[in-house]
C-alpha cells in the first residue's frame, strides 16, 4: 500500500487543520492505520491510531482531547483533526499501515511522505 499525507501548513496557535492520508494499491480496510510526527531535531514519535473499522482510536498523551483520527475506507483515506494546536505541535507528520495491531504505534511497515505542520505563537 502507497500513501500520501496532505493538509499541512502554518497556522497560529489555538487554530486548527485537518490532515489526510489517501492510500493506493490496497485497500485500508485490512490495515490498523497511524499517524507519526518528527519534529526538527527529535526523533519519530507516534501521535494516534485506529483499528480497521475504526472503532477504536489511540492517542499519545500531549494530543489528547485535542486531535481525532478518523477513517473513511470508501474513500480509503485516513485524517487527523487537529485543534487547539499549540507551538510544540510543529514537526512533520507520517500516515503509517500495519496489518497487525502490535505494530501500528511503533513499528509499522508502511509509511507515507511527510506533511510539515508549523505552529507560530
Known amino acids: 500500500v502507497q500513501l500520501q499525507a496532505s493538509g499541512g501548513g502554518l497556522v497560529q496557535a489555538g487554530g486548527s487543520l485537518r490532515l489526510s492520508c489517501a492510500a493506493s494499491?490496497?485497500?485500508?480496510?485490512?490495515?490498523?492505520m497511524g499517524w507519526f510526527r518528527q519534529a526538527p531535531g527529535k526523533e519519530r514519535e507516534f501521535v494516534a491510531a485506529?483499528?480497521?473499522?475504526?472503532?477504536?482510536?489511540f492517542y499519545e498523551d500531549s494530543v489528547k482531547g485535542r486531535f481525532a483520527m478518523s477513517r473513511d475506507n470508501n474513500k480509503n483515506t485516513v485524517y487527523l483533526q487537529m485543534n487547539s494546536l499549540k507551538p510544540e505541535d510543529t514537526a512533520a507528520y507520517y500516515c503509517?499501515?500495519?496489518?497487525?495491531?502490535?505494530?501500528?504505534?511503533?513499528?509499522?511497515?508502511?509509511w507515507g511522505r511527510g506533511t510539515l505542520v508549523t505552529v507560530s505563537s
Open positions: 503509517a499501515a500495519d496489518e497487525r495491531f502490535s505494530a501500528v504505534n511503533s513499528r509499522p511497515t508502511h
Open positions: 494499491g490496497r485497500t485500508i480496510s485490512n490495515y490498523y
Open positions: 485506529i483499528t480497521r473499522g475504526g472503532e477504536g482510536t
